[in-house]
């Protein structure tokens, strides 16, 4: 009988033991997980700007703003058209893409944001101007 409690008792400390050794392999949270979701790329009046892992590339137009004493060169327009597979725009929604627009108004205050096709379908005022 004490036997059979020895091999219990040892039984429980070996999976005692193996449950240790799985609790302190685990890996760590890779950094493909924690991408950005929103990330722009300004170059010489050329934007690359990711939204859900989708590309979009951007042309800026200049201008000046301002008064007599204060005036200075702001980005006037972006016209914005996609460079990814149109695929990739599936399960995409208006409020997708007003929260681009959001984001790029928080770089660009004084811009005013051009969408190409097919990005134009989505905007309801799009659909104003198309309908005769």
């Known amino acids: ?3 059979l409690l020895i091999m219990v008792i040892f039984a429980a400390l070996c999976c005692l033991v193996y449950s240790f050794i799985l609790y302190t392999k685990k890996e760590p949270v890779s950094n493909v997980d924690l991408k ?3 990330s722009l790329t300004a170059n010489e009046g050329h934007l690359t700007l990711h939204y ?14 301002g008064d007599i004493l204060d005036r200075h060169y702001t980005v006037q327009a972006i016209r914005l058209s996609l460079i990814s597979a ?3 725009l599936y399960l995409w929604t208006t409020n997708d893409l007003y929260e681009v627009e959001r984001q790029l108004n928080i770089h660009y205050p004084e811009a005013e944001i051009l969408w190409e096709h097919p990005m ?9 101007e198309s309908s005769p």
């Open 120 to 128: 134009k379908a989505l905007l309801p005022d799009f659909e104003k």
């Open 86 to 88: 149109h695929s990739a």
């Open 1 to 3: 009988m004490t036997i």
């Open 52 to 65: 859900k892992d989708v590309a979009f590339k951007g042309e800026c137009t200049y201008g000046v703003n």
């Open 36 to 38: 950005p979701l929103f």
